[in-house]
C-alpha cells in the first residue's frame, strides 16, 4: 500500500495511527503517520522525515513519523590505558550544547599529552530487583532462607532464558510485609536491562510456584534502574569504572592556563564540598554531560544518564603535579542490541572499535566502559581547569547557547 | 575552500582537525572532517555523513562530523488542562527504547479518555551557586550580611548582562571558609543555565571588588546542574511541575487491564517504599525515560534529565476509582536556545505548539513543562498499570531489545 | 499515701501501673512502681532507685521507675570566640564511651593553646510541617496562592499561642494531592519543637476553616524531627552553627603528633570523599559523639543528634599551618524547658552560664549553639589528628570498650 | 589521698586536671575535679556528685566530675514474638521528653492486646572500613585482585585479636586513588566497633605489608559509624531488625481512637511522600525517639541512634484490619562491653533478661534486638495512630515541654 492511500484510510479512521506498520512497510507507514499529523496538527515535517531510519528502527520506537538528528563531533584522539581498551580513541559525542566536544577534546589532548589515561572496569553485573508480598516478617525470614537454599534453582530457571547471561546473586531486602531480591547478572557485550528482566520473570515463577511469596513488580525500585539511587552510587550497577591520569604542571600550566593547585582547588571547594553541602550522590563537575554525548552518539539509553552521573572527580597534587580521577559507578551500556544497531549509532561503536559482540564475550563492552570512563575523565579534567582559570562563562558565550 | 583540498591540508598537518571551520564553511569543513576521520581510523562514516545540519549546528558542536538519528515517535492526543497549556497534544519522543512511545501512548489514550491531565508549574527560577573563599566563618557571617544588605547592586550588575533574566534570590550556603551563593533567576522562555551563568558572573565580580571573598568557581555544585543532588529534588531548579488524572474503575480495567487497588498497591511497593529503601531522590517508575525522548525530540539538553529523574509519583484509590500524580521538582527545559534552533527540534516544538518565544516570555516554556509533566504522567501511570497486570517483560519482549 | 499501699494496690489490680501519679507524689509512685516491677519481674532495681528526681521530672517521663547515671566528665577550657560566645568554657558531656571526653579534650586544649575557635550561628529557626490534602494539583495551585496572600492571618493565629515565638516562613512543597508546608519560627532560648507544634496546630485550624485543603497529619516529615533528611542538611534546622580554628604547625606535631598535610589528607580521603562514596548527608568524623554528649549532660534530646550529625567538617593546609572548620547545619537546642529543668542537667548549664533565658531571648541558646560547635570542632581536630597519626585504636584499647 | 589535698594539688597546679585517676582512687579524683571546677568556675556542682559510679564508670569516661541523671520509664509490657525474643518485655527507656513513654507504653499495649509483635534479626555485622592510599587505578585493581585472593591471611590476622569475632567479608571500593575496604565481623553479643576495629588494625597491618596499599585512616568513612550514610541505610550495619504487628479493626478504634485507614493515610502522606520529598534515608515517624531512649537505659551508645534512625515504617489495611512494620537496617547493640557494665544499665539489661553474654554467644544481643525493633514499632504505631486521631498536639501540650 502506498502512503496516499494509507493516508487516506487514516483521514476516514480506517486504520489507527499506531496500526500502520501492521499493513505497510515500516517506511511507508512512517511516512503516512508524519503527513497525517502535520496536516491534523497543521504544521510541517518536512525536516525530521528527511532522512530516517524506519526499517532499521521498528523494535526501537513506536509511531515513527522520522528521526531527530543531533550534531555529532568527535574528541580526542584520546589515549586509553585499561584493561580491555588500549591506544587512542576518536570519542563521538551527539550533543547540542556548544562548547561540549571542545572542551572535552581540550581534556582528552592533555591527557593524551601527558602519556594517557589507565581506566579499569572492576564490577560488571546488571540489575533487577523484583518486590514480593508476604504476609510479614515472620514469611519474609523463611523465604530469605529459602532464597539462600534454593540459588541454584533459581539460577537454572533464570539461565535457561538466556545465551549470554549468568545469574551472580539474589540478594534479598526485607521490609516489612515486602522482600525486594536484587538478581545480579553478567550480560556479555549487552547492557543487560531485557536480558535480566526476562531472566528475572522466570526465576520468580519459580518463586511463585515454590513459596507463598507473591510477585507484586518485577521491578521494585531496588535495581534501581533510570533512578538517582544510593544503591547504584554505592554498589554499582552495569559497568563499575574508574579512570585517572598524571599531568606534569607544565603541560596543566601551558595546556589548560591553571595549576595543579587551583585545579585541586577546585575539586576541593566545588566538586567535595560543594556536592556534599547540596546532598549529592556522587561529586563531580559534569560527567553526565560527556556521558550523555557519548550514550547517544553510541546507542546507548540517554535515560541511564541518571545513574551515571553519580561519578567521583578527584584532583590532588603530587610533587607538583596533577593526578586527576574520575570513578563511575553505574555505566550501563552494551555494544549490542538496543540502540547500538542503528545505522549512525553502528559507526559510531565502528569508530571507537568495539561494534557487536566481543570475544571473549563481553571484551567489546569492557572496552567501551573503560574508554566512557576516560572520556569522562577528560571532561571533568576540562573543566575544573577552565573553572579554575576562571573562564567558564567566556567559553559559553563565545561558543554559543542561552 | 573545498573538502578535497582540506582533507589534503589535514593529512599533510597544514591545518589542525579543530580549526576546518575557521577556513572553509560548516558544511565543507565537517565534510572534509569525516572523511579524514574514516580515513585515519579505517572506517565509514557514510551514514553520519548523510544528512545533518551543518551550518545550523555551530553553536551547537565542535568538531562536527555529521549528526546522529534518533527515531521518532510521536504519542498521544494528550489532553493537557493546564495554566498555560490547553487541549490536546501530540507527544514528540526521540528514543531508541522498543516499548516506550507505545507505553507512553497508552497511558496519554487512558487520560485522555479519562477527560485528560490537569498540569501546574509551581515554582521557576534557574539557579547558579559560585562558591567563594574567605579567611573563615567570622569573615563568612560578615560576608552574608553584606549579601543581605546589597542585593540591589547583585540585581543591578546580573540583570544588565541579560534583557528577560531577572535575579529572584541570592540564598548563602556557609560551610567552614566557604561561601556557596546560590542565585536563582527568572529566564522568560529560555532554559535559562547560560543566561545565569553570564549574569552570575557578573554579580560575582561585584562581590570580588567589594569584598574580601574570592571567587574559587563559578559553580560550587549548589547549583546543582546535572548532578543527582537532594538541594534541586526538595527545593527545585527550573520549572516544578505537577500533573494529575482521575481514571474511572471501567476505564482502568478495559484499557488498563488492571484495577485501581492494583495500581495503587504497585505505587506502594514499588515506588514509595521501593525507592525509600535504595536510597533514591525521588520516587518514581521511569519518569527518566519520557523526560529523555521529549528532551531530545525538541532540542532540551539530555544530561538535565539527571535532575528530571528526581520526580515523585503517586497513586491511589478514591471511591474505586484511580488518582495519579507525578511531580516533577526540576523541568529545565526552554523553547528558545540552545538545541532549539536546529530544524527537527524545532518541528518538534512547532507541533507541540510552543517554538520560540512567548507572549508574555515565559509562556511558552510553561507549556512546554506542563506538557512534559502530563507526558511524564502518561508515562508512570502506564508503567505502574503493567507491571500491576503483570506483563511488562512480555511487553519488553515482544517489542524488543536485549 | 504511702509506697507499701501503692504496692499492694499494683498487686490487687486496684489501680494501673500508669496511674500512680494520680494518687501518690511523684517520688512514692516511683518507688511503688519499681517495686512492683522488680518483684514481677523478678529483677533487682536497686541501682535505678538509688537517687533521682521524680517531682522535678514529671514533665519528662510517664511510668517513672528511677533514674540512668550516665557518666559525665568536662572537656577543656575551650576558648570560643563567638558573637554570642566569648572566652573559656569547660564542656560537660555525659557518655559510656572511653576515649571520648579525652579525645574532645585534647582538641580543645589544641584550640585554646593556639588562640580559640570562632562560631557564628548563621540560621536560627525551628520547623514544623503539617501535610494537607487537597482534591489534586489544580486545587494545590489555588492553596499556594492562598497561603501566599494570606500569611499574615496564620501568622497572628501562631503568635497567639505563644510569648516568645515568631512565625519567619510558611513555605509549600506540593506533591501530587499532599501539599506539605513548613512553617519557620524564631523561638528564643528554647529549642521550639513544642511551640512550633503547638503554633503550627493553630494555623492548620484556619487554613481547614478558610479552605478546602485537609490537614492529614500536624508532622509531614518535611519539618524534619529525629530523621536524617536532606532538607536539613541543605537548608538547617534549629541553629546553623559553624566553628574554625587555625593551629600552627609546630602546635600540630607537639600537640597532636601529627602534620597539617597529614590532617588534610584524612580530611580529604575519609571525611569528603569516604563520605562521598557512602552516600552520607553531611560529611565529618564523628560529630555525634560529641553532639550526643553535650546533649545529654545539658538536657537536650538525644534523639535530635539525629539531624546534628549532618555536620561538615573541612581541614587544609595554609602556610603550612592547619585551619579546620565544622559546620552543622542543625544544631537543635535550648535553655529552658525540656529537660533543661532537671537538676544536674541545669547545672551543666549553669557550668557553661547559660542556664535559663538569655537577656535578649535567644542569647542564652546561641552562647550554647556557638559552644557546640566549638566542641565539635575540637572533636573534629582530635579524631582527625588521631587517625592521622594513625594510633585510634590503641587509644580505644587502652581507654577501652569492646 | 584525700580529695581537700588534691585539691590542693590543683590549684597549685602540682597535677593536671586528667591526671587526678593516676594519683587517687576514681573516686576520690571525681570529687576532686568537682570541686575544683565548680570553684573555679563559680558554680554548685552538687547534683552531679550526689550518685554517681566513678569506679566503675573509669573505662567510660575521662575527667569524671560525676553523673547526669536521665529519668527512665517502663513502657510495656510488650509481647514480643521473635527467633530469639519470646514473651512479655517491660521496656526501660531513660528520656528528659514527656509523653514518649506514654505514647511508646499505648503502642505496647494496643500490640500485646492484638496478639504480640512479630521481630526477626536478618543481617548482623559490625563493619570497620579503612582508606588506603594507592598510586591509582591500576595499583587499585591490582589491590583488589589482592584482597580477593588473600582473604583468608586477613582473616587469621584480625580473628587473631579476638575472642568472638569473625570476619565475615571484606569489600573493596574504588575511588580513584582511594580503596575503602569494608571489613564485617560477627561479633557475638558485643555491639563490636572496638572488637572491629582491633582486628581491623591487625588486618590492615598485613595489607600494609604484603601490598603497596598504604593505610592512611582506619576509619574510611564507607564503616560508616555515628553517620547518616546510604550504605548504612540500604545495606545494614549492626543487626538489621523488623518487625511487624496485626491489629483488628475494633483494638484500633477503641484504643487508639482511630480507625486502619487514617493510620494508613497517615503512612502514606507523611511517612512514605513526606520523607521522600524530605529528601530522608529511612521513611519512619520518629524511630530515633525510642531507639535513644532504650539505647540510654541499656547502655547502648547514644550516638549510634543516628544510623538506626534510617527506619521505614509502612501501614496498611488488610481486609478492614491494621498491619504495620517497622524495618531498622542499622540497630547496633550489645549486652557485654561498653556502657553495659554500669550499674543502672546493667539493671535495665537484666530487667530484659539480656545482661551479660548470650548462650550461644549473640544470642542476648539479638534479643534485645528483637525487642528493640518491637519497642520502635510500638512508638511508631502510636505516633501514626495520634496523628490520624490528630491530637499530636494535645498530647505534648499535656505531657508538656516547650
Known sequence: MEDDELLERLRDGEVALHELEDVAPADTAAEARRRYVAEVEGVALDEVGAEHDAEEATNNVE???GATRLPLGVAGPLDVDGEHASGDYRVPMATTEGALVASTNRGCSA??????????????????APVFRVSGV???????????????????????????????????????????????????????????TVATRAAA??????????LVALSGNLCADKKPAAINAVEGRGRTVAADAFLPRELVREKLKTTPEAVAEVAQRKTLVGSARAGTLGANAHAANVLAAVYLATGQDPAQVVEGASAYTTASVRDGNLYVS?????VELGTVGGGTRLPTQKEALELLGVAGGGDPAGANARELAEVVGAAVLAGELSLHAALASNHLEEAHTRLGRD
Chains 1, 2, 3, 4 share one sequence.
Open 63 to 65: 509511531n515513527a513519523v
Open 205 to 214: 515463577e519459580v518463586i511463585e510456584e515454590r513459596t507463598d511469596a507473591e
Open 138 to 196: 515472620g514469611e519474609a525470614a523463611e523465604f530469605v532462607d529459602w532464597l539462600d537454599e534454593n540459588l541454584d534453582v533459581l539460577r537454572d530457571a533464570a539461565e535457561e532464558t538466556t545465551d549470554h547471561g549468568e545469574l551472580l546473586r539474589a540478594k534479598p531486602y526485607v521490609t516489612g510485609d515486602n522482600v525486594y531480591v536484587r538478581f545480579a547478572y553478567a550480560t556479555g557485550d549487552a547492557m543487560g536491562m531485557n536480558m535480566a
Open 326 to 330: 574520575t570513578t563511575l559507578p553505574a
Open 111 to 128: 591527557i593524551t599529552q601527558s602519556g594517557g589515561a589507565t581506566a579499569r572496569v572492576f564490577e560488571d553485573s546488571m540489575t533487577r
